[in-house]
């Protein structure tokens, strides 16, 4: 029988997996940025960088966060209280 706890441990780890899925897909099919020759300067103290592509960076931590919810209620659900 399973109680509400569980029930509620079931909810988040199908939410953790969805939300790993839809952060890896978010994350996949984001554009990455065109890189390709440019001038650097030697002697200038700025460093030449190419762009963030914030869709890839949000679309990783989604994937994580989604992940870690998926592991800690995957982790509750395999301990069981014996009585």
């Not at 065109?34 to 190419?50: D, V």
């Amino acid at each position: 029988m399973s109680g509400p706890r569980q029930t509620w441990t079931l909810v988040a780890l199908w939410l953790g997996l969805v939300t790993a899925v839809v952060g890896t897909v978010v994350a996949v099919t984001g554009r990455r940025p065109q890189t390709g020759w440019f001038a650097s300067a030697p002697l200038a103290h700025a460093a030449i960088l190419p762009p963030t592509n914030w869709q890839v960076v949000i679309g990783v931590a989604i994937a994580v966060l989604g992940a870690v919810v998926a592991a800690f209620a995957a982790g509750r659900l395999s301990v069981r209280r014996r009585r």
